[in-house]
């Protein structure tokens, strides 16, 4: 019986990368991949999925009025769902990825964060973390060596960010892997706490 996964780690733990190099293992094994991504994420081109170590792979764009179960039906015959920052897919999109594991007994591997900037769930990632059968955690270190959590928000400066809204598009450039207690203490440093 197929599983509704979800492995979701801090900015910079190779979320990507490894969705990337999961999709070439079943392709390698004469699988039929299905590769979503939400329509929210557009760094790298609308249906480019590409990682920081350089693995980029077209994927199929789903945009939140889009039912994926539809959408997979009308796109072909596919042995297995593998979905990059899944934590941008609405709740009900999330049902409907269960669906598709349940009822057409396909593997579904969801790969995001968890928390935004200020460790608030995303909605996906709530659901994911409702439903997932295998909830898996990449993990990332903060620059104090502990395990990294929170996926703080920066300026240009390096000054944490802790207003605005939830989605903010960006890299190295907007985020910053860190341990609950350092960004606690950098917050308090910066008046923020």
């Known amino acids: 019986m197929a599983k509704l996964y979800f492995k979701y780690g801090a900015m910079g733990s190779s979320k990507t990368a490894q969705a990337l190099i999961t999709k070439f293992n079943y392709e390698e094994l004469g699988f039929k991949v299905w590769l979503i991504k939400p329509s929210t994420d557009?760094?790298?081109?609308?249906?480019?999925?590409?990682?920081?170590?350089?693995?980029?792979?077209?994927?199929?764009?789903?945009?939140?009025?889009?039912?994926?179960?539809d959408a997979i039906h009308s796109t072909g015959c596919f042995d297995v769902i593998i979905a990059d920052e899944a934590q941008f897919f609405t709740p009900e999109q999330i049902d409907q990825l269960r669906l598709l594991a349940d009822d057409e007994d396909l593997p579904v591997l969801c790969f995001g964060l968890r928390t935004d900037f200020m460790t608030h769930f995303f909605p996906g990632?709530?659901?994911?973390?409702?439903?997932?059968?295998?909830?898996?955690?990449?993990?990332?270190?903060?620059?104090?060596?502990?395990?990294?959590?929170?996926?703080?928000?920066?300026?240009?400066?390096?000054?944490?960010?802790?207003?605005?809204?939830?989605?903010?598009?960006?890299?190295?450039?907007?985020?910053i892997a860190m341990c609950h207690k350092c960004w606690m203490e950098q917050r308090r440093k910066e008046g923020k706490a």
């Not at 909830?135 to 400066?157: F, L, P």
């Open 42 to 69: 557009t760094r790298d081109g609308a249906d480019i999925i590409r990682s920081r170590i350089g693995l980029e792979a077209h994927a199929r764009v789903i945009s939140p009025e889009v039912n994926i179960i």
């Open 125 to 175: 990632a709530q659901r994911l973390m409702e439903l997932a059968d295998s909830i898996t955690e990449i993990k990332t270190i903060c620059s104090c060596g502990k395990k990294a959590i929170v996926n703080a928000r920066i300026d240009s400066a390096g000054h944490l960010i802790t207003e605005g809204s939830q989605v903010l598009l960006g890299g190295n450039d907007s985020y």
